[in-house]
């Protein structure tokens, strides 16, 4: 049994889409929504494989994009509001309410693309059309650039 070899695994994009189900974490997923992916994505720089390399990136790409859309839209939506009581304007209640129902829009689009992001990303790289990118493609450097042949420096 000690001998027993284990197959490498397929490498895929899937975990990096799977870090977009965090805000489903009661009291944390806002904020491992922020955080995760781009941790997620330092790890996968690193990678030989461009699958696992760009879907990571472009899952930390529309994790961002959905974070500071809904979180503006919620934001927004409370400043109108309170402008509306403070001012007492009547017709403007209404645009905060219609800013809520985007936010929470985006929030069961995010859900929709996320799923399809971890059904797609075993077999292709899944780029959402309408995500921002925030993080540019890097290619791993190659070994030669960090080896000089010299004794390191103290």
């Known amino acids: 049994m000690m001998n027993e070899q ?3 695994e397929q490498e895929s994009g899937q975990a990096y889409w799977v870090a977009g189900l965090s805000p489903l974490v009661p009291y944390l997923g806002g904020v491992l929504q922020l955080v995760l992916p781009a941790i997620l994505l330092q790890q996968a720089r690193s990678s030989p494989s461009r699958l696992v390399r760009e879907n990571a990136r ?4 529309w994790n961002l994009t959905c974070f500071v859309l809904t ?3 919620a934001a927004l939506c409370v400043v109108i509001a309170v402008i509306s009581f403070v001012f007492e ?17 985006t929030v069961v689009v995010h859900l929709v693309v996320t799923t399809i992001g971890i059904i797609v990303s075993g077999r292709r790289v899944f780029r959402p059309v309408i995500a921002i990118p ?3 493609e890097v290619e791993p450097a190659p070994e030669w650039v960090f080896d000089s042949g010299r004794a390191p420096l103290r």
Not at 89 to 105: H, K, S, V
């Open 6 to 8: 284990r197959k490498p």
């Open 58 to 61: 472009w899952a930390a790409n």
């Open 71 to 73: 979180h503006s839209l």
């Open 89 to 105: 304007i009547d017709g403007l209640f209404t645009w905060a309410i219609i800013l809520m129902c985007l936010a929470c829009l």
């Open 134 to 136: 925030f993080f540019r």
